[in-house]
């Protein structure tokens, strides 16, 4: 199935799922080379260090600091990464939950770090935004 680029369409096929692990964003000074054993889901390289986004048990036994812990949404509808709003959509209806978002697109689909304590209500926010479409 191709990647959606339609709006409407992107938000009727939402099909969020939630990941059953805990994770938190760390980071950590060097090359990504050096954490690679952490198996970290993702990274980002900025200015001030490496961001490694990693399970949590990963990150306390390899003792690194974290701020708060995470739950992963899927969104299982395969987003074009030109997609135009998604992004906003689901972060504005979370933002009206008092629920923060931390979005990251991969080239399928489109993953939402959520506090833990809020995952499931983020969940039944993300089921209403597609009901309502």
Same mark, same amino acid.
């Given at each position: 199935? %191709?990647?959606?680029t339609?709006?409407?369409?992107?938000?009727?096929?939402?099909?969020?799922?939630?990941?059953?692990e805990? /994770?938190?964003f760390?980071?950590v %000074? @060097?090359?990504?080379r050096?954490?690679l054993?952490?198996n %970290? +889901? =993702?990274? /980002?390289k900025? &200015?001030? @260090?490496? *961001?490694? +986004? !990693? #399970?949590?048990?990963? =990150?306390? #036994?390899?003792d690194?600091? /974290?701020? @708060?812990t995470?739950? &992963?949404?899927?969104?299982s509808?395969?987003?074009?990464?030109a997609?135009?709003g !998604?992004? =906003?959509a689901?972060?504005s209806a979370?933002?009206?939950r008092g629920?923060? =978002?931390?979005v990251?697109?991969?080239?399928y689909h489109?993953h939402? /770090?959520?506090?833990a304590?809020?995952a499931?209500?983020?969940?039944?926010c !993300?089921?209403?935004l *597609? #009901?309502? *479409?």
């Amino acid at each position: 199935m %191709p990647a959606l680029t339609n709006l409407t369409d992107l938000l009727r096929a939402l099909a969020p799922k939630l990941q059953d692990e805990d /994770f938190v964003f760390c980071t950590v %000074p @060097g090359d990504l080379r050096e954490y690679l054993s952490l198996n %970290p +889901i =993702a990274t /980002f390289k900025e &200015q001030e @260090g490496l *961001t490694l +986004i !990693l #399970e949590k048990s990963r =990150a306390q #036994e390899a003792d690194l600091d /974290f701020d @708060g812990t995470y739950r &992963q949404i899927s969104l299982s509808v395969h987003s074009s990464l030109a997609a135009v709003g !998604l992004t =906003a959509a689901v972060s504005s209806a979370l933002a009206s939950r008092g629920i923060c =978002a931390n979005v990251v697109a991969a080239y399928y689909h489109d993953h939402i /770090f959520v506090p833990a304590t809020r995952a499931h209500d983020a969940v039944i926010c !993300l089921n209403q935004l *597609t #009901e309502r *479409t």
